[in-house]
């Protein structure tokens, strides 16, 4: 079965920092490009980052650059969100997903080419 799992969520004070954790079953997550979302209710989801196959190459959008990084350990199966510098506006449901390409396919500021996605981890930034 098909699945991706994230993790690492919870609720932290504005200035912490959180790494979520994106880890597949049922393929390798190594033959694709990986990006991260997120969601507020009553708010369409927005594109966060994204990470290509190998891990060479990296995109954000404007919030998450300089205080987000994505790595990966396709060994592991898994790919990371390392979060820093947290506000209280970074609080949403997070989501990874996967594209069945290398390379992230960026289209005004989100990625709209994914093929399977997770369930979210709930991230709250709240003093």
């Known amino acids: 079965q098909v699945q991706l799992v994230e993790s690492g969520g919870g609720l932290v004070q504005p200035g912490g920092s959180l790494r979520l954790s994106c880890t597949a079953s049922g393929f390798s997550l190594g033959y694709y490009a990986i990006g991260w979302f997120r969601q507020v209710p009553g708010k369409e989801r927005e594109g966060v980052a994204c990470i290509s196959s190998s891990g060479a190459n990296t995109y954000y959008v404007d919030f998450a650059k300089g205080r987000f990084t994505s790595s990966r350990d396709n060994a592991k199966n898994t790919v990371y969100l390392q979060m820093n510098s947290l506000k209280p506006e970074d609080t949403a449901v997070y989501y990874c997903?996967?594209?069945?390409?290398?390379?992230?396919?960026?289209?005004?500021?989100?990625?709209?080419?994914?093929?399977?996605w997770g369930r979210g981890t709930q991230v709250t930034v709240s003093s």
């Open positions: 997903a996967a594209e069945p390409d290398r390379t992230c396919t960026v289209v005004s500021g989100t990625f709209p080419y994914m093929t399977y």
